[in-house]
């Protein structure tokens, strides 16, 4: 098992920026994957950014690439994602996800472990 608690969400206006952060414990030693995904109210979960397990490769939606960068840091098993430029639209609740894969999955089906997510909200 693997047990993913995000931080770092809140309010900011349109145009700055925010860093949210994900640790992982428990099975951290195997190889995984992360991801973060977001929900507005109303809508889908949607994938946001993806992370390999070396982090060397990203993957982003098209919706937030050039804005969004995700990284992580093995030595503290946790993984970032810097939001800047945010916009009205990135408001909604961000969750990040762990696969144990060497690839780079997309797709919310694809995540085995989940976090309680943190909530974004950008004021207009």
């Known amino acids: 098992q693997v047990q993913l608690v995000e931080s770092g969400g809140g309010l900011v206006q349109a145009g700055g920026s925010l860093r949210l952060s994900c640790a992982a414990s428990?099975?951290?030693?195997?190889?995984?994957?992360m991801g973060w995904f977001r929900q507005a109210p109303g809508k889908e979960r949607e994938f946001a950014a993806a992370i390999n397990w070396s982090g060397g490769s990203t993957k982003y939606a098209d919706l937030v690439k050039g804005r969004f960068i995700i990284s992580r840091d093995n030595a503290k098993n946790t993984v970032y994602l810097q939001m800047n430029s945010l916009k009205p639209e990135d408001t909604g609740v961000y969750y990040c996800?762990?696969?144990?894969?060497?690839?780079?999955?997309?797709?919310?089906?694809?995540?085995?472990?989940w976090g309680q997510g943190t909530q974004v909200t950008v004021s207009s």
């Open positions: 428990g099975r951290t030693g195997r190889t995984y994957a």
């Open positions: 996800a762990a696969d144990f894969t060497v690839g780079l999955p997309y797709t919310p089906g694809e995540y085995d472990y």
